[in-house]
């Protein structure tokens, strides 16, 4: 069983930047390929970012692809969102979630593990 707490959302004005944090627990982080997905109001869950177990393997979904950074920390437990030139658009519900493989996550948006979520808006 993994537990994944997200932190570090909130309110930023477009154009500014925040950093979600997602911290693991439960047995070994390395393990896995982690991801952020996002859900708008009214709209499907969609795919950011995953990071492979190494860090060595990252992807984005296109609409991020040069404005947001995922990065982890395997000593700490936890995998980073780095999230700048927000967009209006940008605004959801951030969820981390780990999986066995980055292609689960970003092919297949399947995770075997998922957090609460945490609420970020852009103001335009």
């Known amino acids: 069983q993994v537990l994944l707490v997200e932190s570090g959302g909130g309110l930023v004005q477009a154009g500014g930047s925040l950093r979600l944090s997602c911290a693991a627990s439960?047995?070994?982080?390395?393990?896995?390929?982690m991801g952020w997905f996002r859900q708008a109001p009214g709209k499907e869950r969609e795919f950011v970012a995953v990071?492979?177990?190494?860090?060595?393997?990252?992807d984005y979904a296109g609409s991020v692809k040069g404005r947001f950074t995922i990065s982890r920390d395997n000593a700490k437990n936890t995998v980073y969102l780095q999230m700048n030139s927000m967009k209006p658009e940008d605004t959801a519900v951030y969820y981390c979630?780990?999986?066995?493989?980055?292609?689960?996550?970003?092919?297949?948006?399947?995770?075997?593990?998922w957090g609460q979520g945490t609420q970020v808006t852009v103001s335009s």
């Open positions: 990071i492979s177990s190494s860090g060595r393997f990252t």
């Open positions: 979630a780990a999986a066995g493989s980055s292609i689960r996550l970003s092919q297949q948006s399947e995770g075997d593990y």
């Open positions: 439960g047995r070994t982080f390395s393990y896995d390929a």
